[in-house]
């Protein structure tokens, strides 16, 4: 962060702390730079704690990429104690990202005894370096038995230590990776650090054909949006289908939704302001700068967005504001969910990942500047990402593949799951131009004429936010739109990362050809470079509309991949260019590329026999009894009306009773999927079942029991109801 961003994060979290210093319950005078990270071991924290050697051979190490030197480790180790213990730890854990898409943490006091059994308070640089969890119930794809429990836990220098309270307990953690003891990749973690070294080196490199002689490294930057529902936690905890899937298996849609527009940007309701308001505080204290807070569009919808950061420490922060929304919605009596679809019928929730690079001296290297064909280093960066995308955007789809954000890819609220290029309509002609060998276009800006004289001209950007593109250019950074909200960015940054090495590298190797003999001018043949890829790219640029049908049509001709489910979009692990990709950039081997295959097939299938069986149990013992006991009133009314000679309710009576039926045929029909799922040993094969037979099986009975709370009687209905949960807060 430059000290233009800083500033402005300093104005945005003194407002929201408020008056009276919002939840960290400070006094007005406290500068708001003592309060910012007050909770992490940052900078400013191991300055004071640290020997002036040790404090720089650690930021070489954080900043420099120099191999950290374990001799230092004790002396930090102590400072890190001092610091947590003055702040009310009394334990530390080492904090890591497991495959199960969640993060995971093991704590141990820093109670010692010394040799004359007397207690002391100690934790030594072996311990921060090294721990050693048990192993045996995280997902490994087959990598380890069972009985193998073995695993490590190893400090991340990079991403600061930082301080958790949870009620009076607190806990001192340590961002890390982890490994089998083997050395095995375990996490999400390991493979984004790897995915970071091998871009960086390529932009790094590219940089230097231009002769830049003051930079001395490149860093990916990362912002990912937080989108989010919140309801009452009395209506959620009546919910057994969010409480174990996270998404509502049964719901009749209400008569007002979202079909107003009402709720997007509307005023913030006062206990969802609240809300926020805590929210925020929190997230400073942990040094997570939090920018922006709205209501989105679907009702009780909102997001919460970043500055952008270095991409490692980004994603730490996005998984601990995770935590932090979760535990703050619980002390105001609401539920947080991200879920990707958590009600059908309205939008659902995304993490759009905002993606750049930045070299040491802060410029954003996908800045194009006043003249974006004058600032050939920026059109040569595009060129590698325009390249990356045409060769493994199947691979950014994958990144993003599970049960949850099935039901977003492709629908009209995401963007679909063919993986295409928005540039916006001046960059897009002028590659056009570049591509034809033409002029540039005369107009580089204009000045939007809003028609009121009294306000500052709107200047117009060289890129609109077009919000059906997956991979979209949004002035000075692109916006991976199909990220889930409940999902870890890690797994999508990686494979950005890897997409732009690949491309990277092909504008290396073609800038080594042209440059043969060193006479060349670097701007010269970098235009050629870029002349040549987007000519050869061509297919993946798409200024549409990808809702429509006719993209699909025209992407099928482009020879773009198109993965409809998890299972299909999986596949593209197996393949051998994947796998050389990834084994090409020491990201991944082949042994561990297939264990994240077989790891997240293995999550897709448990979570849809999850949904499938709650569905089952939720018709038999809700769904069904309230449609008797709604039967036998209307069979009771029936029977009155017999005598009266007039009986006009025998055919709303013959309507439930089919509707009874209708239940019992989707209930048999989800039996035997999940029959079906359990003689299927092969998970690739189960994971295609449920993907298939189990999603329709699932959408029948589903459908059977939404037209059932259509018409029971709402005092016999058992549920909270969507015009309850998303109106009422």
């Known amino acids: 962060m430059g000290l233009a961003e800083r500033n402005i994060v300093e104005e945005t979290l003194q407002r929201a702390l408020g008056k009276n210093g919002g939840a960290i319950g400070v006094k007005d005078s406290t500068p708001i730079s003592e309060l910012y990270g007050s909770l992490t071991f940052n900078k400013k924290v191991m300055a004071k704690h640290l020997s002036k050697h040790v404090y720089e051979k650690l930021i070489d190490t954080i900043e420099n990429n120099e191999k950290l030197d374990v001799e230092i480790a004790d002396e930090v180790a102590h400072a890190m104690k001092e610091w947590a213990i003055a702040l009310g730890a009394t334990h530390f854990c080492h904090w890591f990202q497991p495959h199960r898409g969640v993060t995971a943490e093991k704590h141990d006091s820093f109670l010692k005894f010394d040799g004359h ?3 002391i308070l100690r934790f030594s640089g072996r311990e921060l370096i ?3 969890p048990d192993a045996s119930s995280f997902p490994s794809g087959g990598m380890r038995s069972t009985f193998e429990a073995r695993g490590y836990t190893a400090w991340d220098p990079t991403s600061p230590a930082f301080i958790l309270k949870s009620g009076k307990a607190v806990t001192m953690v340590i961002p890390s990776v982890y490994i089998s003891w083997t050395g095995e990749v375990l996490d999400m973690k390991t493979p984004l650090l790897r995915s970071l070294a091998a871009i960086e080196d390529r932009a790094f490199r590219v940089l230097k054909h231009f002769g830049n002689r003051t930079a001395k490294f490149v860093r990916v930057t990362v912002g990912p949006e937080q989108e989010y529902f ?18 509502t298996l049964v719901g009749f849609a209400s008569a007002k939704h979202q079909q107003m527009e009402d709720h997007y940007f509307g005023s913030i309701k006062p206990k969802v302001l609240e809300f926020m308001n805590d929210v925020e505080a929190a997230l400073i204290e942990r040094g997570i700068p939090a920018k922006t807070r709205h209501n989105e569009v679907a009702p009780n919808q909102f997001e919460i967005a970043p500055l952008y950061e270095e991409a490692n420490l980004a994603i730490d922060h996005n998984l601990q504001a995770m935590e932090i929304m979760r535990k703050v919605a619980d002390d105001h009596g609401l539920s947080l969910l991200l879920h990707e679809k958590p009600f059908a019928g309205i939008n659902g929730s995304g993490k759009h990942m905002n993606w750049s690079m930045q070299d040491s001296d802060g410029n954003n290297l996908l800045e194009p500047g006043v003249a974006p064909k004058k600032n050939i280093q920026f059109l040569l960066f595009l060129a590698s990402i325009l390249a990356g995308v045409d060769k493994h955007g199947g691979l950014l789809r994958t990144a993003v593949a599970d049960a949850g954000n099935d039901h977003r890819l492709g629908a009209n609220e995401a963007p679909p799951a063919i993986m295409s290029v928005y540039l916006g309509e001046y960059l ?5 131009e570049l591509e034809k060998g033409g002029k540039d276009p005369d107009t580089v800006k204009e000045a939007i004429d809003h028609g009121l004289r009294r306000l500052p001209v709107i200047r117009q950007d060289n890129s609109d936010r077009n919000r059906t593109s997956p991979i979209a250019f949004t002035g000075n950074k692109f916006e991976f739109r199909a990220v889930g909200a409940s999902q870890n960015v890690s797994e999508p940054a990686t494979a950005m990362n890897l997409v ?9 190797e073609k800038l080594e050809k042209k440059s043969k003999g060193g006479a060349a001018d670097p701007t010269v043949t970098a235009i050629e470079v870029i002349r040549e890829i987007v000519k050869e790219t061509k297919r993946v640029r798409f200024e549409g509309n990808g809702y429509s ?11 773009l991949p ?10 593209m692990l197996t393949d051998k260019s994947v796998v050389s990709l990834y084994e090409k950039y020491k990201v991944l081997n082949k042994h561990e590329l297939h264990a994240k295959y077989e790891i997240k097939l293995e999550a897709y299938a448990k979570t849809k026999e999850i ?23 209307y069979a009771a009314a029936s029977g009155a009306l017999d005598g009266a000679g007039k009986n006009a309710v025998k055919t709303r009576l013959k309507e439930c009773g089919d509707l009874l039926a209708e239940l019992q045929a989707g209930v048999k029909l989800v039996d035997q999927v999940i029959e079906k799922a359990g003689e299927t040993s092969d998970v690739a094969a189960k994971a295609t079942l449920l993907a298939e037979k189990g999603s329709d099986a699932l959408a029948t009975l589903r459908g059977a029991c939404d037209r059932t709370e259509e018409i029971v009687e709402h005092a016999l209905w058992p549920l909270p109801k969507y015009r309850e949960m998303l109106f009422l807060l």
């Open 230 to 247: 919140l309801i009452t936690k009395d209506f959620y905890n009546k919910r057994p289908d969010l409480i174990y899937t996270g998404r």
């Open 500 to 508: 732009v090495a690949y491309g990277l590298d092909v504008v290396l």
């Open 611 to 633: 949904e499938l069986k709650l569905l089952k149990e939720l018709a038999l013992t809700m769904v069904e009894p309230a449609l008797a006991r709604h039967i036998e009133r």
């Open 130 to 132: 090294q721990s050693e």
């Open 428 to 432: 897009d002609r002028l590659l056009n």
């Open 117 to 119: 059994g007397t207690a």
């Open 549 to 559: 049908a006719d993209w699909q049509k025209d992407a099928a001709k482009r020879g």
């Open 562 to 571: 198109n993965a409809k489910n998890t299972p299909e979009a999986l596949e």
